[in-house]
């Protein structure tokens, strides 16, 4: 059984659409985060959330909203799409938010064109 | 200003060779530092977790250190096999338990 899995793994889309990408921890854990890692393979946080409130979330333009309908889901909705956010975006999850082993999932590779 | 550094940027050895990758952070308060394991195209894996009173830990062929007084980990890699090509990513989280820095990691590759 996949742990933590994020789908699509491959976004293809044009500048301006919205899209979203989904992700799912069968963990158990409390605590679930999103990333993005750009072209220099530089991994950096976007949002976590707790038990479905927020706990942390970085400097990240506000066309980013993410959506938590339960503990075990964590959605990326992205509106307007740049050139720029282009990238590979992680989730992962971790037992609670003060026990930082993360369990990752596949990556889901966005190109906007 | 948290930061993590990783050293070298990329490395290239021989199968069977050993390897050590470089960690310094200035990350203040400590709680602990983590190396983890990205294999292209897939999610960071992690291999060992180091806090502030522990000086090694080994987890199979990979061991490292953490010298907690001048802000250094390593991580050593023995008798080096294709699939150790990778990422290494080294990740140190602070005391409060909430913020935790990614260093930009260290592009391993392992040549037959």
């Known amino acids: 059984d996949t742990a933590v899995s994020q789908t699509p793994k491959y976004l293809v889309t044009q500048m301006g659409n919205d899209k979203s990408i989904k992700c799912e921890q069968n963990l158990g854990h409390d605590t679930m985060y999103w990333y993005k890692q750009d072209s220099k393979k530089f991994l950096k946080i976007m949002f976590s959330?707790?038990?479905?409130?927020?706990?942390i979330n970085e400097t990240v333009p506000n066309r980013f909203s993410p959506k938590s309908p339960d503990k075990a889901h964590l959605n990326l909705h992205i509106n307007s799409l740049e050139l720029g956010d282009s990238a590979v975006y992680f989730c992962a999850s971790s037992l609670t938010r003060r026990n930082n082993e993360q369990f990752f999932g596949p990556g889901t590779r966005l190109t906007v064109l | 200003k948290n930061q993590v550094e990783q050293s070298p940027q990329s490395l290239i050895i021989l199968e069977g060779k050993n390897c050590t990758l470089q960690c310094n952070y200035t990350v203040s308060p400590f709680s602990n530092l983590r190396w983890y394991k990205q294999d292209t195209g897939r999610g960071p894996v992690s291999l060992t977790i180091m806090t502030f009173s522990e000086n090694t830990k080994s987890n199979g062929r990979y061991t490292a250190t953490l010298d907690a007084d001048t802000k250094q980990s390593s991580l050593h890699i023995t008798a080096s096999q294709l699939s150790d090509s990778a990422s290494y990513i080294c990740?140190?989280?602070?005391?409060?338990?909430?913020?935790?820095?990614f260093g930009p990691g260290t592009r391993l590759s392992v040549l037959p």
């Open positions: 959330y707790n038990n479905k409130e927020l706990i």
């Open positions: 990740v140190v989280r602070d005391n409060y338990g909430q913020n935790f820095v």
